[in-house]
């Protein structure tokens, strides 16, 4: 992705891409409704996210739209100095923790999928540590 067209300073790149993800997943690839590049304020150590986005509805009775359910997955910017290296961690340890938490979410009860689910990995020091959300 261009500089131009990516829409972050010139000091945050993100550290996966989309074809990184996508290698990760396999045929998981197609249970993700949304794969978001973050370009907001910064994220603090929150580097990856992925959620689930269970077909329960919202408001009065009215439920999810069938195309939204399915796993949203959100890369965080990082310094640009710092890409390289979180790119390799995150490849070599949070994609395939990746993988297998949409694996055992794809292969779970019906109860845990009719809720919304979290999880995240932070980079600190280096190290990345995974996080459940709610």
């Known amino acids: 992705m261009s500089a131009r067209n990516r829409r972050l300073p010139r000091h945050r790149a993100w550290p996966l891409t989309t074809t990184d993800i996508s290698e ?3 045929p ?3 249970r993700v409704t949304d794969l978001a590049f973050l370009t907001g304020h910064d994220s603090g150590t929150l580097v990856l ?3 689930w986005i269970a077909p329960n509805p919202r408001n009065y009775g009215r439920g999810v ?3 939204m359910v399915g796993f949203r997955i959100d ?3 990082v310094d640009a100095t710092e890409r390289a290296a979180i790119r390799a961690v995150l490849r070599a340890q949070a994609l395939p923790e990746l993988r297998a938490w949409i694996t055992r979410a794809t292969d779970a009860a019906e ?3 009719m809720t919304d689910h979290q999880h995240y990995w932070r980079m600190a ?3 990345c540590t995974a996080a459940p959300g709610r």
């Open 125 to 127: 020091d280096g190290r």
């Open 111 to 113: 109860t845990w999928r």
């Open 75 to 77: 890369v965080h910017p």
């Open 65 to 67: 739209h069938p195309d």
């Open 49 to 51: 996210g992925v959620e």
């Open 28 to 30: 998981f690839m197609t």
């Open 24 to 26: 990760s997943l396999g």
